[in-house]
């Protein structure tokens, strides 16, 4: 039977948004994999990659399942605007349908965005990725000590009863979206959510053997550069594609986002060489991540002088947070493995902030699929640009918001969790690490029999 195309379905606009996904996708599959493999200790390798991989899959079943709608569908409380309906997102007429996110106008002339120009099951997938790389961030403030069965039962819930709740509120069409917070690509939704409820969980599981926490080198630095670099290059689809359109805002987000990356990771190997004496290539990796994280809120926000203000200030504050504040007696006692907090928390705090200041009217403006006419635009000014400060303080909301519900909502998760099994590993585990837990070590020598090293 031959079909006609719908008229809504826009064969670039489609073709962009399934190939940012894909991207994102790569970011943690084997992005972050390959990048976790090679910054921890060699006994922690595999166990470590294996995290995010379980995470990627994991919550992939949940999200077509039920957190889909959770987080982007049909308001499920009318007095509560903070989540959808949870329902599964698999028949044939859901899927071919055009996309759409029912708790936001997408038509007439108070819309914030013209209708979508590809299906819901484009917008599924691009959605999942975001979702999936959440929680695998999550996962490196618990390196080195989580149990692995307590890992695969934190996923699915922390998945459905955490994330979906920040997501539905702010980019769902939610309280804060409805108030006028504005998260371009995730600061807030992805990177504060992932560094609050990392931290949290950190302080619950507790700290690694004191052993791994005394001596932690990466394995394999040039391993852990590789998933950096895909992690960065990545990024291009996860701040590129959220217009939800090829046009021109997804063009100067990408730029945005890579302009940013550049000034934090250079700002932050120059606080490290007047620290330290020497420029480091783990500083530089976590300077390039707090200038991705950073830009993630405004990327489409800003102009190319906003991005690079705030290249500069994540390459200044975070690295502050991770080699002053969570080294202080006080942070220490809290093990939080590669420092999600100051990477990913701080900098998506930082950065969603830094949009009530560097927000420029003038850079977000929708183009209608047949591009021969402006569809309704939507833009986010700062203090820089005339705003009075509505913005700023709307954006300091929403953080609040995620921070406490994130605290919360993650310590009682852990709890319930460790009535039914332990929340970490025991003793002799966390000592041989991979070996004890999975059977299987990173790298084997000769015969395939690894050589005893002591610790």
């Known amino acids: 039977m031959l079909v006609a195309s719908p008229k809504w379905l826009d064969t670039g606009s489609n073709a962009w948004q399934m190939a940012a996904a894909t991207f994102v996708g790569l970011q943690s599959i084997p992005g972050l994999v390959v990048l976790y493999g090679g910054i921890v200790k060699k006994k922690w390798a595999i166990n470590s990659a294996f995290m995010a991989m379980y995470a990627f899959a994991a919550v992939m079943v949940v999200w077509v399942l039920w957190a889909y709608n959770m987080a ?16 599964p997102v698999l028949g044939a007429d859901f899927l071919l349908s055009q996309a759409n996110i029912p708790s936001i106008a997408t038509s007439g002339d108070s819309a914030g965005m013209p209708p979508f120009a590809f299906p819901m099951a484009t917008l599924v997938f691009f959605q999942f990725v975001f979702a999936a790389i959440t929680v695998i961030i999550l996962a490196g403030s618990l390196i080195g000590r989580m149990s692995f069965k307590a890992w695969i039962i934190f996923v699915p819930l922390w998945m459905t009863f955490v994330y979906t709740v920040g997501c539905f ?24 959510a992932a560094g609050t409820s990392g931290f949290v969980a950190a302080w619950v599981i507790g700290p690694r053997i004191q052993q791994d926490r005394d001596h932690f080198p990466p394995n394999s630095l040039l391993m852990a550069l590789v998933g950096a670099g895909i992690l960065w290059l990545g990024w291009n689809g996860f701040n590129g594609g959220d217009p939800y359109f090829a046009n021109a805002d997804a063009s100067a987000a990408i730029l945005n986002t890579n302009l940013c990356t550049c000034v934090s990771l250079l700002v932050w190997t120059i606080m490290d060489s007047f620290a330290y004496g020497k420029p480091s290539v783990v500083g530089a990796i976590n300077g390039m991540i707090a200038g991705l994280v950073g830009i993630t809120p405004g990327a489409g926000y800003v102009n190319g002088w906003g991005a690079m203000a705030i290249g500069v200030c994540t390459g200044i504050i975070p690295w502050i947070m991770m080699n002053k504040v969570q080294t202080s007696a006080l942070f220490k ?7 999600v907090l100051s990477t990913h928390g701080v900098a998506g705090l930082l950065g969603g902030l830094l949009v009530g200041v560097f927000g420029c009217g003038d850079m977000l403006l929708y183009l209608a699929p047949d591009g021969d006419k402006q569809a309704p635009g939507m833009s986010v000014t700062g203090l820089l640009y005339g705003d009075s400060g509505n913005q700023l303080l709307m954006q300091l909301y929403a ?13 009682i998760i852990l709890k319930v969790i460790s009535v039914f099994v332990s929340l970490r590993m025991d003793e002799t585990t966390l000592r041989v690490g991979d070996d004890a837990v999975h059977g299987e070590t990173a790298y084997n020598f000769g015969d395939g029999e690894e050589p005893a090293v002591a610790e």
Do not use: E
Request: charged residues 10%.
């Open 333 to 339: 006692k809290v093990d939080d493995t590669l420092s």
């Open 399 to 411: 953080a609040l918001f995620i921070i406490v519900y994130n605290v919360v909502a993650t310590f």
């Open 72 to 87: 982007f569908g049909d308001q499920w409380f009318g007095f509560l605007a903070v989540l959808g309906v949870p329902k």
């Open 169 to 192: 509120s702010i980019w769902g069409g939610g309280w804060l979206a409805s108030m006028g917070a504005a998260d371009f690509s995730g600061g807030y939704v992805i990177h504060l």
